[in-house]
């Protein structure tokens, strides 16, 4: 039988356990759900690979799901925000 990867990308937070949950109840027969411990080196290699910026991240097939790409903290959106830059007055 086929069957299609899914790795969830995980910190053990609540809202990752939240986003774990709801992949494992989404999931068919044919998915295999592997939770990836972004606290083990292992891990964290395996986001760098797939570009994962922020969890809870989703990849399915070894590719990053698209509501889960381009997140992150990203310099330019912070400083705009204001991110070391003092405060005058």
Do not use: H
């Amino acid at each position: 039988m086929n069957t299609r990867k899914i790795e969830v990308f995980s910190a053990g937070c609540p809202l990752c356990e939240e986003t774990v949950a709801r992949v494992k109840g989404l999931a068919c027969p044919s998915c295999e759900v592997e939770i990836v411990d972004m606290k083990d080196i292992r891990g964290a290699t395996r986001a760098r690979e797939l570009n994962v910026r922020s969890v809870p991240a989703v990849a399915i097939n070894g590719k990053l799901a698209g509501c889960c790409t381009g997140r992150g903290p990203d310099e330019t959106t912070l400083r705009n925000a204001g991110l070391g830059q003092p405060i005058s007055g």
